[in-house]
Every structure is written in structure tokens, then in C-alpha cells.
């Protein structure tokens, strides 16, 4: 039911909701997105901020796009729901006419959802992605001119592909009290030999190279289609050597045996190239997570597609967003073979919800990605990061900016979302 089943000749049945009947379904065709001019994206509101900053970011790429193709595009936009709007619409926090919604649009923005506590989901986010197979987290980190702690800011500029269906955080997990950790503890202690403490409890860890293949195949189709030069494996290998150290020789295995033509490693960048590396190629290196973290930091140039398994993914995605400023900016997406929902790495702000406080910045630059990297529309992805960068340029910002800039009056949501619509409308094509 997930990943590609779900796309190719997938005609679903909806109760509640219905497909808008102006615009049309962006398709599959031989392994192909095909994306028509009046596509339907979908669009779930979410929890908190989440309405408000939907409706600034939809509104934003309604104006790029028609201001990039002289209105000969444009998104026709369909709303489902999660969280506690469908809570009141349907009894249920994730509708099943959701993930249809999504598995037929392909594409959807998405505010972000309260975890419920206790009970029911561990994660509305969570269930979305396994119920759909969104295996990649891509998380991009551009640096606009935001205030930001980091001294080299200006050379981060990073895309992260974290893994999202493996490693320790795949919930393979017993407390240290449980019958499951005691026979798994007998087990261990029969089988191997192995004697862990009565009082552990015991996570699993598991890493395929089915997984790892597909999530590099994805890093390397982006760095190619985006002129990227060098795509870094991020592991801890030389500790973890059968889950972390395989995630990078199967990441080298996709790399030279799938993308041959495009791939030089970093021993034939010296060997063969002499430490130049030839136009059209591009570099796959390696490097450990712990020399990573530092390394970002240190020699932010040096890194443009990072791929990683999830754990380091969560602890560098974040590191690397924090350089330029934090939370307020950071895009995400998750990513499936031919589908992807773009979501901001926030969450519903409980203390900002129907303020107009809120910096709809990482809400917009998520929707911004979508344009990009599903439906191929790079240029109105591109004034809207034009569009941003202007805004900070000339301190028309939200309050979580405005108290880290010097005698800056703070814009409310909606006043910051008409200046970027503003500037978009000043741009030429
Ligand atoms: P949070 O990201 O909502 O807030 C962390 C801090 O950043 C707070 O001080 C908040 O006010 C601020 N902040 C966040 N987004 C902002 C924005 N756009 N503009 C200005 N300030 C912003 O994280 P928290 O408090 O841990 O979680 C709140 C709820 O959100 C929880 O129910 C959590 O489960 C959920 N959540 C949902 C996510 C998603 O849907 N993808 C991701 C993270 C959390």
C-alpha cells in the first residue's frame, strides 16, 4: 500500500472530502512525476500556528507563481485535515480520506500537528510518514541574512537527507521492566553469551541496504539535478561497524555502481585528479558523525548534500539550522519515491496560536521546496527566497528575528507575508 503501489493506478475513495474539479492530478508516468499547469496540491492546516502560517505560506506561492509564469501556472489547492481540526470533522486526529487525499495529490504542504499525549499516535507526523513511505527527510539549510550565531553563516548552505524509516528510532523498544526485554536479555545472555544488566531496557537498531540505497539514490539525484559537487556520507562506522558502518559502504555501492558516470571518491579526487575536481562531477566522500558536527562548524564550505542515518540526521539537521539562526527559518520535507509532504521543522508554537506572532518563514520556504523538487518550478521557488532575503535585508521581519536585530519594529504574520507578496510583485520573471 505505500511507496510506488500507492501512486501507479492508485483511485481512491473519499467520504468526507472530494477532489476540487478545477485543476488537475499530477501523475506518474514512467517513473516520472508529469505536473500540469493547474495542478492539485494538498494542504493540511495543522495544530497551533499551523493555520496561520499556511495560509501566509499558500498565499506567498500564489503570488510567486504567478508573478514567475505570467499566470500561466498556478496551484489549485485542496485542504484535508489532521490533527484537531479532523478531531471535529471526523471523531479521528488521521483520517484515512488524508492519506488518500495525499497518496492521490502527491504533493502536499502541511502546518505542523500537536502530539497527542498519551495514547493513540506516537506522532501524527510519524504515522504520515510511515503510512505514505516518506523514507527521505530532506531538510535544507540556506542561509538569507537572518541574524545568526554562526561567524562563517554565509557559506552554510547545506541540504540534509536523513533516513526516516530506520536506525534507533524506528521504535523497536522495550522498557528495562518489560517481559519483552526480559527474554530479549535470556535471549542474549543463552544465544551469545552476552550478559546485560536486569535493569536495562533495550532499543534495536536495525539499518538495511535496501534502505540506505534508496536514500542515497535520492541525495545524488537531488546534487545532480542541482549542480551540487559534493555529497558527504555522514556515519559512525568505525563504532557501529554492521548498521552505520554498512550504511556507508552501501551508500558508496549506489554511488559507483547507479551513478558511475557522475561519481568521483575522494581517493581518485587525488589519485587521478590531482585534488581538482573535473567539471560535471561530483565528489562522494565520507566522513564520521562526530568529526561531521564539528566540521560544519569549522569548514562549512566544504559541505553541500549531506546523507545520513537518522539519528545523526536529527542532531545535525538541527546543529546546522541553529548556525543560521534557528527555527523559525528551517524548511523540511519528507520524500517518497513520488511523493512528498513539505513541513516546517517547528512545531504549533502553542504560545503564538491566533497571535499573528508567528514567522511563517520556515512554512513558506517548505512550500518553496515543493515547487522546487516536486513540481519543478525552480524559478518561483527562487523569488520566493529573493523575496525573503529582502525582507531581512531591510528588517521587515517577525518578532523572533526583529529581537536579535538592533531598533527594529516587528512585523505581525500578516504584515510580513503582504511585504514578501509586495516584493514578489516588484520582481520581473
Ligand atoms: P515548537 O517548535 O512548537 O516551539 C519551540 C520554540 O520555538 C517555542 O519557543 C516557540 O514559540 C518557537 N517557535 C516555533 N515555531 C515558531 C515560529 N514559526 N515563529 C516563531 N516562534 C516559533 O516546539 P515544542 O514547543 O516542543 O512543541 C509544540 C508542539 O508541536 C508539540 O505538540 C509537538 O509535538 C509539536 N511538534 C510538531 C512538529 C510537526 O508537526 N512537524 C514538529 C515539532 C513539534
Known sequence: MAGIDSVEGFEPRFKRVKPPEEGERIKVVDGKLVVPDKPIVAYIEGDGIGPEIVAAARRVIDAAVEVAYGGRRRIVWWELYAGHKAMKIYGELLPEDTLNGIRYTLVALKGPLETPVGGGYRSLNVAIRQALDLYANIRPVYYLGQPAPHCYAEHDNFVIFRENTEDLYAGIEWPADSPEAKKLREFLKREFGIVLREDAGIGLKPISRFATHRIMRKALRWAIDHGNKIVTIMH?????????????????????????????????????????????????????????????????????????????????????????????????????????????????????????????????????????????????????????????????????????????????TSEYTEVLIQYLREMKP
Open 236 to 412: 559512525k562506522g568505525n563504532i557501529m561497524k554492521y548498521t552505520e558502518g554498512a550504511f556507508r559502504e552501501w551508500a558508496y555501492e549506489v554511488a559507483l555502481k547507479e551513478f558511475r558516470d557522475y561519481v568521483v571518491t575522494e581517493q581518485e579526487l587525488y589519485e587521478k585528479y590531482g585534488g581538482k575536481l573535473p567539471e560535471g562531477k561530483i565528489l562522494v566522500n565520507d566522513r564520521i558523525a562526530d568529526n561531521m558536527l564539528q566540521q560544519i562548524i569549522t569548514r562549512p564550505w566544504d559541505y553541500e548534500v549531506i546523507v545520513t542515518p537518522n539519528v545523526n540526521g536529527d542532531y545535525i539537521s538541527d546543529e546546522a539550522n541553529a548556525l543560521v539562526g534557528g527555527i523559525g527559518m528551517a524548511a523540511g520535507m519528507n520524500a517518497g519515491d513520488f511523493m512528498a509532504v513539505a513541513e516546517p521543522v517547528h512545531g504549533t508554537a502553542p504560545k503564538y496560536a491566533g497571535k499573528d506572532l508567528a514567522n511563517p518563514t520556515a512554512e513558506i520556504l517548505s512550500g518553496a521546496l515543493l515547487l522546487e523538487a516536486m513540481l519543478g518550478w525552480k524559478e518561483a521557488a527562487q523569488m520566493i527566497r529573493e523575496a525573503i532575503k529582502r525582507a531581512i535585508k531591510e528588517k521587515k521581519v517577525t518578532q523572533d528575528l526583529a529581537r536579535h536585530m538592533k531598533d527594529v519594529k516587528p512585523l505581525r
